[in-house]
T-cell receptor, first 111, second 113 residues
């Protein structure tokens, strides 16, 4: 069974800090998703990666397939970045779009 | 586009009652899924569908039924509610033509007393 581990579980930062959130998984995958869950509960997709690196605004996501590891970086963090960040992976076995989710990392950015 | 919609937003049931959580999407996505989210745990897959008429079980299917008669709708039925089904339920959809980017509904908070 694929285990998806996220670290740290909680993080408190000051506005402007550079933040890194980590995700590791145990079996081969075809894609990895980074999701953001706002305090109100809504979940939005940030990135989907199968290799390399993607950037959107102040967010950068990287993945190392050989090391089974991905990182989400937030540059110049802002209080509006406060949310739970969730990593999810799609295993290479099977043809369906089933995802396995990490427990999420709660980020609080203080002004 | 409205995206993925879910109703109701909140629901309180008594043990043994049945109900249907509604989910609809207007993006013509072939994949739809139901998840539950519990404190301290990741999202867990209940049931999913790869197209109209095709459904399959996820990680935690017991006590739930689904059907997919149209591309747009994917209702989740609780047959006989139990306190263990108290949770937040999310519906999601995705499409191979959009590289499987996940679109989530706003969630339904269900309490079973």
């Amino acid at each position: 069974k694929n285990e998806v581990e996220q670290s740290p579980q909680n993080l408190t930062a000051q506005e402007g800090e550079f933040i890194t959130i980590n995700c590791s998984y145990s079996v081969g995958i075809s894609a990895l998703h980074w999701l953001q869950q706002h305090p109100g509960g809504g979940i939005v997709s940030l990135f989907m990666l199968s290799s390399g690196k993607k950037k959107h605004g102040r967010l950068i996501a990287t993945i190392n397939i050989q090391e089974k590891h991905s990182s989400l970086h937030i540059t110049a963090s802002h209080p509006r970045d406060s949310a739970v960040y969730i990593c999810a992976v799609k295993e290479t076995q099977g043809g369906s779009e089933k995802l396995v989710f990490g427990k999420g990392m709660k980020l609080t950015v203080n002004p | 586009n409205a995206g993925v919609t879910q109703t109701p937003k909140f629901q309180v049931l008594k043990t043994g009652q049945s109900m249907t959580l509604q989910c609809a999407q207007d993006m013509n996505h072939e994949y739809m899924s139901w998840y539950r989210q519990d404190p301290g745990m990741g999202l867990r897959l209940i049931h999913y569908s790869v197209g109209a008429g095709i459904t399959d079980q996820g990680e935690v299917p017991n006590g739930y039924n689904v059907s997919r008669s149209t591309t747009e709708d994917f209702p989740l039925r609780l047959l006989s509610a139990a306190p263990s089904q108290t949770s937040v339920y999310f519906c999601a959809s995705s499409s191979s033509s959009r590289t499987y980017e996940q679109y989530f509904g706003p969630g339904t908070r269900l309490t079973v007393t």
